[in-house]
């Protein structure tokens, strides 16, 4: 069945551009069932939208983060994306990676979560 | 951006009691409304899409109701393993946002 898994730096400095990967099995990311999504969620905070792509490319960011965030697709590695550019200590969450339906935006599919730590 | 309210922020209740959690849309966002559960340490799970639709294999003690902008989850017999944080999200449109999620405890 379908999963996705995330891996990252798990560290990184303010200033810097990071970047996160979320490698889709048991499907395929050119699929037209499903968007290809970040969620995050800071330290004892609830949960926060981040960005969408579809299999066209189609794409959809949170205002409050379309400045600083790019999210992209690897047909070739079955993966997609996310990087953050000029982190802050505020960008510090567990970041998950997610497949929404296509049709509705419903998010039935979740990664475990990878934290990334900003900090100097 | 749509923004969702979710009330209370916390609440403790004993097994076997009637749970209600409720969730406000800045505007009207049709029946475009869902429910996820998240355990201490793990990735939130979809409990109720649409509003009221439960997905399947959640236990029947989970309903949710609304539309528009007013919007519940109810556990009509709280249980034991029920132990984690509830948080609403629109899929009306993008961004597509959160609650601040309900913390619930087990007196």
């Known amino acids: 069945q379908l999963q996705l898994q995330e891996s990252g730096p798990g560290l990184g400095k303010p200033s810097e551009t990071l970047s996160l990967t979320c490698t889709v099995s048991g499907a395929s990311i050119s699929s037209n069932n499903y968007y290809w999504g970040w969620i995050r969620q800071p330290p004892g905070k609830g949960l926060e939208w981040i960005g969408s792509i579809s299999y066209s490319g189609t794409t959809y960011y949170s205002p409050s983060l379309k400045s600083r965030v790019t999210i992209s697709v690897d047909t070739s590695k079955n993966q997609f994306s996310l990087k953050l550019t000029s982190v802050t200590a505020a960008d510090t969450a567990v970041y998950y990676c997610?497949?929404?339906?296509?049709?509705?935006?419903?998010?039935?599919?979740w990664g475990q979560g990878t934290l990334l730590t900003v900090s100097s | 951006d749509i923004q969702m309210t979710q009330s209370p922020s916390s609440l403790s209740a004993s097994v076997g009691d009637r749970v209600t959690i409720t969730c406000r849309a800045s505007?009207?966002?049709?029946?475009?409304l869902n429910w996820y559960q998240q355990k201490p340490g793990k990735a939130p799970k979809l409990l109720i899409y649409?509003?009221?639709s439960l997905k399947s294999g959640v236990p029947s003690r989970f309903s949710g109701s609304g539309s528009g902008t007013d919007f519940s989850l109810t556990i009509s017999s709280l249980q034991p393993e029920d132990l984690a944080t509830y948080h609403c999200q629109q899929s009306h449109s993008a961004p597509y946002t959160f609650g601040q999620g309900t913390k619930l405890e087990i007196k």
């Open positions: 505007q009207s966002i049709s029946s475009y």
């Open positions: 997610a497949a929404p339906y296509n049709w509705n935006h419903v998010v039935d599919l």
């Open positions: 649409a509003a009221s």
